[in-house]
């Protein structure tokens, strides 16, 4: 791969040792992967923050790049908590001690400590082509198909190191020729809500792999929709980007002959809900909304649907969203029904990564197929799947 001479200097450790090492990740990368060069990237948002994933090794990583800063606007992927009010949610004071200490380590590299896997809702929203290096696999799936923008799936490290250096490796999806379709799928079945979205998705990902999807028949697919596709896509596989005809920026390049065809019908609608997933109960211990983070209109929606009730002793319902939208939440007063009902909107977390068995959290629903997917995986908890309401509904007094 072609380095400036600047680079080089960078590599070779004339500019400090976390620039080194930040250079020392991106030609390693751009190397697997035959890149030409490097080319500047205009923002980054970090996966590897939660002390979950991150753990005590993590921790000292991050705090031994000190002393360097990052060089573009750069924010966090969620965390285990909500870094205000991890008291309310029932964290740990340890988990919490080492939760910030992350936060900080990031602080001191200035990157923004806004703990989100929803950006575009956060004003970090890239324009049609533009260089990015996100990681977060919903929000990398948001940003390739819905905004036009160009990143690949990065790894927090890498995410961090082009955050550092302000450019990434030049290969995979910032490369015209890998944005082409390399399937097609023809959506039948009639897509009701947004987890009907989050569900097709998933079975999509499912077949995908890390091919890139073209969508038929989902004409009406407004943001939220978008938001929840990106999210079932990029959990089931590897998928970075997709297209929806009539509906996303490079639709009309996109397609190429040949490509292999399939067909979501009711049938393959009902198989998502049914057999991937468990349907949701009458009752659980926790309700989890906001995966990715819930958008103003979601939290509002929850809001409508709790007004006037109470949620079931024993039970709880927690909404997650990033700090920008639970501020407007507050404004709009959709905080307030929710917290009379006797559930809680949390910044900053991810119920994935929150500790919920050392909660004593045993049943959780939720509305997204990211979510069940991975707090099974990761929360090693009984997880149920079904729309929004059924989702609230479980935790609901009679
Ligand atoms: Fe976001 Fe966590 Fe879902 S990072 S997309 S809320 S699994």
């Not at 959290?361 to 929004?388: E, M, Q, W």
Request: with cysteine.
């Amino acid at each position: 791969m072609y380095l400036t001479s600047r680079e080089e200097r960078i590599l070779k450790g004339e500019e400090g040792y976390a620039r080194q090492k930040a250079m020392e990740i991106l030609v390693a990368l751009g190397e697997i992967y035959e890149a030409d060069r490097l080319i500047p990237v205009s923002s980054a948002q970090i996966a590897g923050v939660s002390y979950t994933s991150l753990g005590d090794d993590g921790i000292e990583w991050l705090e031994s790049l000190e002393g360097t800063h990052v060089t573009i606007p750069a924010m966090l992927n969620p965390a285990g908590m909500d870094l205000e009010n991890w008291r309310r949610m029932g964290i740990d004071p340890e988990y919490a001690r080492k939760q910030l200490r992350i936060i900080e380590a990031y602080k001191r590299l200035g990157v923004r400590p806004l703990c989100s896997c929803t950006p575009y809702l956060l004003g970090m929203v890239p324009m049609f082509g533009e260089h990015v290096a996100w990681s977060e696999s919903s929000a990398v799936c948001y940003a390739n198909s819905v905004l036009g923008a160009r990143t690949n799936r990065e790894g927090g490290p890498s995410a961090l190191a082009s955050a550092i250096i302000g450019k990434t490796p030049n290969y995979g999806y910032h490369l015209d020729e890998n944005r082409k379709a390399g399937l097609v799928i023809e959506v039948e079945a009639k897509l009701r809500t947004i987890s009907d979205y989050s569900a097709l998705g998933y079975w999509a990902g499912k077949l995908a792999g890390s091919n890139v999807p073209y969508f038929r028949g989902l004409k009406g697919a407004d943001n939220a929709c978008l938001k929840a596709l990106s999210a079932g896509l990029g959990a089931a596989g590897g998928v970075a980007l997709y297209h929806v005809e009539d509906v996303t920026p490079e639709h009309k390049t996109a397609l190429v002959e040949d490509v292999e065809r399939h067909r979501f019908g009711e049938a393959e609608l009902k198989e998502v809900y049914l057999d991937y997933f468990k349907p949701i109960p009458d009752h659980v211990d926790l309700a989890a909304v906001g995966c990715p983070h819930a958008s103003l209109d979601e939290v509002k929606e929850v809001a409508e649907f709790v007004n006037g009730r109470r949620i079931r002793e024993g039970s709880r319902l927690w909404v997650f969203t990033s700090i920008a939208v639970k501020e407007m939440a507050k404004r709009c007063g959709y905080l307030d029904i929710i917290r009379a009902a006797g559930g809680e909107v949390y910044a900053d977390g991810c119920m994935a990564l929150a500790p919920l068995r050392d909660m004593g959290i045993k049943s959780v629903a939720v509305n997204s197929s990211k979510a069940a997917f991975y707090t099974h995986l990761l929360a090693r908890v009984d997880v149920y799947f079904g729309n929004l309401r059924q989702c609230v509904e479980s935790v609901m007094e009679e």
